[in-house]
């Protein structure tokens, strides 16, 4: 895996109107691993696939797919790619079998080894009986695996996945994260973008984090989980006068910098594992801090964020909604700021 | 030619290729196959793949259908028992001037479903996955424009065939009335073209409707196809002269008309039809 990067993009910059979309991300995806965008709704990253992918001119910066210039040579680039998207999917008035052999004759197939392709295809992603049903009737997994099957007729090197799970029930989701699991074990080199922390966690090797158009912070998932703790100890204040006695304690107990949420009392710690959370709350016993509720979590992306940026991800929105790349970046920069 | 790799002798048959147990994806062989751009070929091929998709879709929406059936039996009959008897005199002498007319009318429309359709189309997810394809960057519009020439058939037919039963007698014959039909599908598909690039820059289906028929509308109505230019006033008069070739007559074909008697207003154009 000496060979050149999969992706290899520098500077890229996309503006729609004031607003900077995409501004001055360099990516650099190895042959071979799965590598994860990761950033909350309105971050750009489904801007910036869609730039690699050539669905969107790069309007400055540069980026390589396996070597070959995007902007100079889209038509090769496209002959590497694969991409299944929130919105890039397949025809509903065809039936699953048509779609595929479509695709398949579109990029060349002769029409017997299109119709195998796709026989292969439904066998793979467990479709067969779906095969001669209309797309209409199909169930969101069933239409996502359908999408990724379309992507790879032609088994392109590069798949870009955007946002692969999103919508889709726990079940299914762990369902298509072996599917993505697989494809790399047959040599492709996967980019795949996500708003769910968990998710880059679970496939990718490296991530990158993306914050309003800005890369913020790459690294393995471990790096980026040691930044924010492995756990998070959430703590409702009784009296919101006690906020800054909690916070000392805090500090010294747990050795990390509470996240606090002053209007409501709440107030959010890192910890390196769980364990620590029953020393923090001994320690606020002692002080006579009274508190309402307390749970423990694994770090949540808005965690993440607010570790990294020092301010919240508002990724509660919902990104199954229809309308292109454009409507991503429309929908902008909403972050929440929880504190301050 | 076929990207899918083959891996060994083991499975039998000629679908060998894809069935059998593939081989890893090699990056490195893939970029040295990748072409620079189509062959005019592959963009022929990848056109008639996209038509056939396009008649997939309009056998399983029936509805599509509705405007190039209904309408010209529709609007023939209505035009000709409505104005028949005020313009012509009566409605079998309204006929050679009216067919034309809603001929060239129903073509056009069907043009304008052209645009809104692949407005339509481009809004749905798969255009995206067309896009991102290393497939001709025409064959998607020209594919649905291909299966578009089925409509223009069924428009151009059925106003015939409702006009005979009307009472209608081309003076052309058979041939003549064939050769009209020719000329009106390839004028309309010529014009689809305009109609298909209206399509790629409006934001939505709506807006080609609207913006189509702005332009159908006065270029249909404001000319000779229903009624004779000595009808009406001096200004539109002169507009219609400018317009009066039936909208879809090439130059060449509609400039005799000037020799016509003002009786015959269609002129040489509507003598292929009569």
């Not at chain 2, 062989?29 to 751009?37: E, L």
């Not at chain 2, 879709?57 to 529709?74: G, S, Y």
């Not at chain 2, 009209?180 to 298909?196: H, Q």
């Amino acid at each position: 895996m000496t060979a050149t990067a999969a992706v290899d993009a520098a500077g890229l910059v996309k503006t729609f109107g004031r607003l900077r979309a995409v501004d001055g991300i360099d990516l650099h995806v190895r042959q071979g691993e799965i590598f994860g965008v990761l950033g909350p709704n309105g971050a750009g990253k489904t801007t910036a696939l869609r730039m690699l992918a050539t669905l969107l001119p790069i309007d400055a910066g540069q980026a390589r797919v396996f070597g070959v210039d995007v902007t100079r040579e889209p038509h090769r680039v496209r002959q590497l790619i694969g991409i299944t998207g929130q919105y890039a999917s397949v025809d509903e008035d065809l039936t699953a079998t048509e779609n595929l052999w479509m695709f398949g004759r579109l990029q060349g197939l002769r029409s017997a080894d299109a119709r195998a392709a796709a026989k292969r295809l439904l066998a793979q992603f467990d479709l067969e009986e779906a095969a001669d049903k209309p797309i209409a009737q199909f169930s969101g997994g069933m239409r996502r695996r359908l999408d990724l099957a379309a992507s790879l007729i032609t088994r392109p090197p590069l798949i870009f996945l955007d946002e692969p799970t999103t919508g889709l029930d726990p079940r299914t989701r762990g369902q298509m994260w072996d599917t993505i699991r697989g494809l790399v074990t047959e040599g492709c080199t996967v980019l795949l973008t996500t708003q769910y922390l968990d998710e880059a966690d679970q496939l990718a090797g490296r991530i990158a984090v993306i914050d309003r158009g800005r890369k913020v912070a790459e690294g393995t998932p471990d790096e980026l989980k040691a930044s924010v703790g492995n756990s998070t100890l959430q703590i409702q204040l009784a009296e919101g006068a006690d906020q800054e006695l909690a916070g000392q304690i805090v500090r010294k107990i747990a050795g990390a910098e509470p996240v606090l949420t002053p209007e409501s009392g709440r107030m959010n710690v890192p910890l390196d594992t769980a364990d620590r959370a029953g020393d923090v709350l001994i320690g606020f016993r002692q002080s006579g801090v009274a508190i309402t509720s307390v749970s423990v979590d694994k770090p949540t992306l808005d965690e993440v964020f607010f570790a990294i940026t020092g301010h919240g991800a508002d990724a509660e929105d919902d990104a199954d909604r229809p309308g292109t790349g454009t409507s991503e970046a429309g929908a902008g920069h909403e972050t929440v700021l929880e504190v301050q | 030619m076929t990207t899918i790799t083959t891996a060994g002798p083991a499975s039998a048959g000629p679908a060998s290729a894809s069935t059998g147990p593939l081989h890893a994806v090699d990056p490195v062989a893939v970029v040295a196959r990748t072409r620079p751009r189509t062959t005019i070929t592959e963009t022929v091929s990848q056109t008639l793949i996209m038509a056939w998709r396009a008649l997939k879709k309009m056998r399983r929406n029936m509805e599509q259908f509705f405007d190039v059936t209904i309408q010209p039996l529709l609007f023939t009959a209505m035009f000709a028992y409505l104005f028949g008897g005020a313009i012509s005199g009566n409605v079998h002498s309204y006929l050679p001037l009216l067919i034309p007319g809603i001929v060239a009318q129903t073509v056009l429309t069907t043009c304008m479903s052209t645009g809104v359709n692949l407005r339509e189309d481009m809004e749905k997810g798969v255009f995206d996955r067309f896009k991102a394809m290393p497939i001709s960057r025409i064959a998607p519009l020209a594919g649905p424009m291909v299966a578009d020439l089925v409509r223009y058939l069924i428009a151009a037919g059925l106003t015939i065939v409702t006009g005979v039963i009307i009472g209608y007698r081309p003076g052309g014959g058979v041939l003549g009335v064939l050769g009209a039909m020719v000329l009106a599908i390839f004028t309309g598909w010529a014009l689809a073209w305009i109609f298909t690039w209206i399509g790629t820059i409006a934001r939505s289906a709506r807006a080609v409707q609207g913006m189509s028929m702005m332009i159908l509308f006065p270029l249909t109505f404001l000319s000779n196809a229903f009624v004779p230019v000595t009808s009406l006033p001096g200004w539109l008069a002169a507009f219609v002269k400018i317009n009066r070739s039936r909208t879809w007559c090439p130059p060449r074909v509609a400039w005799p008309i000037r020799a016509s008697s003002a009786a015959r207003p269609a002129g040489r154009c509507s003598r292929a039809w009569s």
